[in-house]
């Protein structure tokens, strides 16, 4: 499965972490993995969006870069 969006080139040393969000607005399910966000997505019953962050990170901490932008619409777009 190829990804359907690209936030950064390639050889960016940030992390992006995907989140499922539930009907009740709490997180189903995190990782850096685009494919795992797609299955998760695809197979919970009560997902209702994926969201993507940006974070970079040093040896002791991890810190967010930029906001945290909402991929369901695009997402469910390009599944049609």
Known sequence: ?????SIHPPKSDLILLHVI?????HAEWGGADAFET???F????????ILVSAWD????DAHLV???IDIT??????KL
């Open 21 to 25: 969000v539930g009907e009740d607005g």
């Open 66 to 68: 930029g906001q945290t």
């Open 38 to 40: 797609m299955r998760w």
């Open 42 to 49: 695809n197979r919970s019953l009560t997902a209702k969006r």
């Open 57 to 60: 990170s040093d040896e002791e």
């Open 73 to 78: 619409d695009i997402v469910m777009t390009a």
């Open 1 to 5: 499965m190829s990804n359907v969006y």
